[in-house]
């Protein structure tokens, strides 16, 4: 069910419900960690990259995810067709692909010489007739389901999964018919491992309250209106929309970058080309100081959207104490220097940004983990999509999710 | 002319800002954030008040070419405009050189190709 919440209370019905309490056991848990790695992240597509990034036959790249024990090969096929394998060697299991990411016409094992081809299969084994019997058709590499959406690629340690990518992103699937995703290039690209337990570093980027104190040097005059952003629960899934101060006066380059024609994620003149005429599910209040919409996609991928740029956090569980979590930032594509210009001033202050909102996070977890208190205290208006998400943890980990 | 001349060689118009060249005319993000990271305000002070009041024609300048086809000369003006916007936020926001109160640089890794 898609529930809005009327922060403002105007026809005085309902009363607000008081502060939300949020267990800290969760964030700290090794047991219930082991529950989240076998109820959540074995059970459900994870966002792992865009296609555009294996563009041709050939191309690949290679995820770690300590999560699910495994290393993830992403490689478009001869025919097109992208696929997910468990980066091993079918001989004895050695990692097949070291490189990051590439190009290949075939991925040889350093170990003894085994070769797979792009669809997977095996096609070589050095000195054969030594491996008299062996049934090379069944010895091709160990599938992922993958599907994609909207460009990003999903994959599913099943290979069968019993919900499709689009029933498991629903009501989501069909809300960003329209976003200029081919338009998009990726721009900025960082990434973070910190002491950190994956919810508490999600829980810095599922809210805008921190705005006042954690960007008060960066964002000094953030006065939004209104200051609690819409929150939406989308099932799983979750929706929260930011704005910003229209009247902030522009720095000097900040004005110049504006004036070149970035669609800054701090823009203010933009009002005459309002996004939400194009995107019926961005900016829904139709406001002048619409800023994003960010989906937080369950389990651990959150999609910000603007005018003109897009940004994709990947929190990756290593251990309840360890998160691997990287964003990369995408701009509109240009051949105009200027544009370019006026492009790297949004990133820089993003990624500025950014790095206050890591302030945070190992701090955070670090006195969690220290068992001294047993909750924390949410606001329900201003953190409601933190209760949300710990909420649909709680419920997959309790097994009430199918 | 000098090799180490050419190298810092500008379009004509911004002949002036070739002093900058050699230690602010950087290709990648990484480069520019750590030269930023490592320099004091004075010098980012100095960089960016040369840069500012020529912002505007550079952008104007370079507008007559294509990021797939930079000449040699647009390629240097071009990294030095974008070294100015990673020093604008040292100057106009946080008054030094790196971020205050955020996590150490060294622990965010800029992955960007």
New interface residues.
């Given amino acids: 069910m898609v529930e809005e919440i009327d922060v403002n209370n105007s026809d005085g019905s309902e009363p607000l419900p008081g502060p939300q309490h949020v267990p800290v056991g969760p964030n700290i848990s090794a047991q219930y960690f082991e529950l989240e790695r076998q109820r959540i992240f074995r059970r459900v597509w994870l966002q792992i990259g865009r296609a555009e990034a294996v563009p041709n036959p050939g191309d690949f790249f290679v995820r770690r995810l300590e999560v699910l024990g495994t290393s993830v090969l992403v490689v478009r096929g001869r025919d097109g067709q992208l696929r997910a394998f468990h980066n091993l060697c079918r001989h004895r299991g050695n990692r097949l692909v070291n490189q990051p990411h590439g190009s290949a016409r075939a991925f040889t094992c350093g170990f003894h010489g085994w070769t797979y081809d792009c669809e997977g299969a095996l096609v070589g084994i050095p000195l054969e007739s030594e491996f008299r019997g062996c049934d090379r058709a069944q010895l091709g590499l160990i599938p992922l389901a993958l599907d994609v959406w909207e460009g990003f690629i999903f994959v599913h340690l099943q290979t069968s999964p019993e919900t499709s990518l689009r029933k498991y992103l629903e009501p989501i699937s069909g809300m960003l018919d329209g976003f200029p995703f081919a338009e998009m290039e ?7 491992t ?1 002491t950190a337990n994956w919810k508490t570093f999600q829980d810095a980027f599922i809210e805008a309250y921190h705005v006042l104190a954690v960007h008060r ?2 964002i000094p005059d953030f006065r939004a209106d209104p200051i609690v952003p819409s929150a939406q629960p989308l099932g799983r899934h979750c929706k929260l929309t930011y704005y910003q101060n229209l009247h902030h006066k522009p ?4 004005a ?2 504006f004036k ?1 024609g970035s669609a800054a994620f701090l823009n203010v003149n933009n009002t005459d080309q309002l996004p939400n005429r194009r995107w019926p599910s961005l900016n829904v209040e139709n406001r002048d100081n619409w800023v994003f919409d960010e989906f937080v996609i369950f389990p651990n991928f959150h999609l910000f959207l603007g005018d003109g740029w897009m940004l994709c956090h990947e929190f990756w569980p290593i251990d309840v104490d360890h998160t691997n979590w ?1 964003v990369k930032y995408y701009q509109r594509r ?5 544009v ?3 492009q ?2 949004s ?3 993003m ?2 940004a ?3 909102d ?2 945070t996070i190992e701090s955070t977890h670090a006195a969690q983990r220290s068992g001294v208190m047993a909750f924390m205290t949410l606001s329900p208006t201003l953190e409601s999509l933190i209760v949300h998400h710990h909420n649909t943890v709680a419920g997959f980990v309790k097994g009430l999710d199918t | 002319m000098s090799a180490t001349q050419q190298d810092n060689e500008l379009p004509e118009r911004f002949r002036t800002l070739s002093q900058f060249v050699s230690a602010w005319s950087l290709p990648t ?1 990484q480069e520019r ?1 750590r030269k930023r990271r490592s320099s004091s305000m004075e010098e980012i002070r100095r960089f960016y008040n040369a840069m ?1 009041p020529e ?2 024609a ?3 300048h ?2 007559a ?4 086809d ?1 000449p040699e000369k ?1 390629r240097r003006l ?1 990294n030095l ?2 070294s ?3 020093v ?2 040292a ?4 008054s030094t050189p790196d ?5 150490e ?1 060294e ?7």
């Fill in positions: 990726l721009s900025g690209w960082w990434g973070a910190l040097r960066s720095k000097p380059a900040e110049l970058a070149l990287q240009t051949t105009s220097p200027a370019r210009i006026a790297e001033y990133k820089v202050a990624r500025d950014i790095r206050e890591l302030s | 993000e954030n500012l912002m505007a550079i952008a104007e370079l507008s070419f294509s990021l797939d930079l647009e071009l405009a974008l100015f916007m990673e604008a936020l100057v106009e926001v946080y971020v205050p109160g955020a996590i640089a622990r965010l890794a800029i992955l960007t190709r």
